[in-house]
């Protein structure tokens, strides 16, 4: 049984609908990255499949006692809330101190445990939520644009990170991201998102979607160099990433088809 | 009490004699009144609730007003009302209204309302200052029962949601994620700021109940390192500034609510200068 699934939900937000007929399903121990431009409604989506955001119609259904960790997109911490890492690793429930330092430990950082999380750097603070998040023992793990404000290598570094907690837990991982970079080599599916799904399948099927290419303005070539390039080698490269995504690498790769656009023939918001 | 009985206990005289005294009332009335100004105060600071507590803090004004009008006991017509604008600003605000801007009108409105209705009960013009600026040094024996209780009910409902509270105070969705209801945290705030202020109007009055929650918590900032030691250090911070303001206010016959403010005020003074020098 899928871990958690969306059968034809939507979301309003006074008269416009942000949301329209989303149905997907997230099996265990999958990667599941959902992309789209801002204001696509990625973050609703997930808000709504946590049951924070009501559904206007349709119906999220999860795996009974199913345990889902949860990464929010933005935690700002007001200066004036004294908190230490592993007292924050603590809400709302306790832990004891050994489970908090090998959480610590699992995402990378030993060292922050008796630090104040305003004076941790972005990287440090989105593994010190990824630790909390983990230390539910979760089967599903739902991060909101978990790498936002980290650069090119600490991003690829978060997102390997995330591929080694699912290869040792076994968790399913359903993530929202609108870095296209990354992601795609580190997910199984990707969901392409604009108000309603205009495709889904395995990264290379997306990227080659018209649909997907016509949202993100993206060549053939260009899309797909970009996956391959970030795919084959360490992300430690000097390469600027610009997000006009004009340069070609000259990698060919025409095979993949296509998949056929789910989402009926209604139009973007 | 059991005063008819002769011979009368030991304890009992000592206990009798205590209360008699009337500094030791007002130390003990601000002592507890701290007890839920300590914890509740930081949640004030965290959740920027400053504004918030100076509205319903003014709106007791108008509360005492209607229950003098009413013939009503005064503490009930303060929670009442206090209640009532809690309540309504927690709803403006949760549907999106301008804080700041509703914040003002309203703080600023109830105050001028409630002056102006108070001026129309017969007897009270003369006591006017009692109400805003305190009264600890006529701290009765009921007034005292009356604190404790107010306090320690506040300080029993922080302690109980105490984990829910903070995480509903880090991040709403973390907290719903978690399996909480943050709009029930907040209208757990809303209550407690409610009976604080209604419990404090006596002791520090209403123009200063918002200080009495903002200056120790903010004073005790600088000096801790977790959430749960601030609300502490809060607590002892409002007591020593709730006994030396009575201090201040008995030597040089100033007003008491004014005096244990500027007490507080001097404690987060010296935090802020050595606080951080502590910390480095």
Known sequence: MSLIAADHACVRFGGTEVLHDISLRVEPGEIVTVIGPNGSGKSTLLRALLGITPLAAGRVSRRPGVRIG??????????????????????????????????????????????????????????????RAL?????????????????????AAFYRLIEEVRRDTGCAVLMVSHDLHVVMSASDRVICLNGHICCEGTPRVVSNAPEYRALFGLGTQGALALYQHVHDHDHTHDHDHTHDHGHDHGHGHGSAAPKADKSDGHGHA | MAMALPPPKLTNLMGTAMLDDFLVRAGLAGVGLSLATGPLGAFVVWRRMAYFGDATAHAAILGVALALAADLPVGLGTLAVALLMAVTVATLAARGWAMDTTLGVLAHSALAFGLVAISFVHGVRT???????????????????????????????????WSALLTATLNEDLAHASGLNPDRERLVLVLALAVVVAVALKVVGALLIAAMLIIPAAAARGLTRSPESMALVAVVIGAVASICGLGLSLWQDSPAGPSIVACAAVVFALSAIFGPLRRA
């Open chain 1, 70 to 131: 949860y990464v929010p997109q933005r935690l700002q911490i007001d200066r004036t809330l004294p908190m230490t890492a592993r007292r924050f690793l603590s809400l709302p429930r306790r832990h004891a101190p050994e489970a908090s330092a090998a959480a610590l430990a699992r995402v990378g950082v030993p060292e922050v445990a008796e630090r104040q999380m305003t004076d941790l750097s972005g990287g440090q603070f989105q593994r010190v939520l990824l630790a």
């Open chain 2, 127 to 161: 006591d006017l200052s009692a109400w805003l600026f305190g009264d600890i040094l006529a701290v009765t024996r009921g007034d005292l029962a009356y604190i404790w209780g107010g306090a320690s009910l506040v300080a029993a409902l922080l302690i109980w949601r």
């Open chain 1, 135 to 155: 230390l539910t023992e979760p089967d599903l793990l739902i991060l909101d644009e978990p790498t936002q404000g980290l650069d090119q290598p600490g991003e």
